[in-house]
């Protein structure tokens, strides 16, 4: 008997096997998952920080506290910024900066330069302006996705002040 419900409960089509509702939610309830519910329990008890932008850090290089005017009202309004975030804040600023000195000496001085081997062959190398270049943009990459600011990255982000 167990064994023909169990059969009934598949669908045979195009020689696949579809799991209708009754099967599928026997199935899905068993098991260690997480339900919604208690999904829902767990986001309603997680603590909340306190909504609003942080006060940029006096320390902060110029052309990263440029950064900061820019990105705080935008961040701000788009409603994912609290004040806790303000070192994260701080570390996007200044890898932006970084990123942007690197590629301002990087468009001066070319991508290669050249050098002789023991041999005495000409040998060309990457500059080290390319490497921190690259470095600094993995970096501000990274932290972009946190604070939800590439395209594919904005919908994850939790807004901090959804209930204000």
């Known amino acids: 008997m167990f064994v023909q419900k169990q059969v009934a409960n598949f669908v045979l089509s195009l020689g696949h096997y579809i799991i209708t509702s009754s099967f599928q939610s026997d199935w899905a309830s068993s098991g260690k998952r997480i339900s919604n519910a208690e999904e829902r329990?767990?986001?309603?008890?997680?603590p909340t920080p306190e909504p609003g932008p942080p006060d940029c850090p006096k320390h902060l290089?110029?052309?990263?506290?440029?950064?900061w005017?820019?990105?705080?009202?935008?961040?701000?309004?788009?409603?994912?910024?609290?004040?806790?975030?303000?070192?994260?804040?701080?570390?996007?600023?200044?890898?932006?900066a970084v990123w942007r000195q690197a590629c301002g000496a990087r468009?001066?001085?070319?991508?290669?330069?050249?050098?002789?081997?023991?041999?005495?062959s000409v040998m060309f190398r990457e500059r080290p302006e390319v490497r921190i270049a690259r470095n600094?943009?993995?970096?501000?990459?990274n932290l972009m996705i946190e604070f939800g600011?590439?395209?594919?990255?904005?919908s994850r982000v939790k807004k901090v002040n959804a209930a204000v």
Do not use: F, N, W
């Open 107 to 120: 468009d001066r001085k070319g991508l290669t330069y050249t050098t002789r081997s023991i041999t005495g």
């Open 149 to 154: 600011m590439t395209a594919a990255s904005l």
């Open 69 to 96: 005017k820019i990105l705080v009202p935008q961040l701000d309004a788009m409603g994912v910024l609290a004040k806790v975030h303000g070192m994260a804040l701080e570390q996007l600023c200044d890898a932006y």
């Open 41 to 46: 329990s767990k986001a309603a008890a997680a």
């Open 136 to 141: 600094a943009q993995a970096s501000l990459k």
């Open 61 to 67: 290089a110029p052309r990263a506290r440029r950064a």
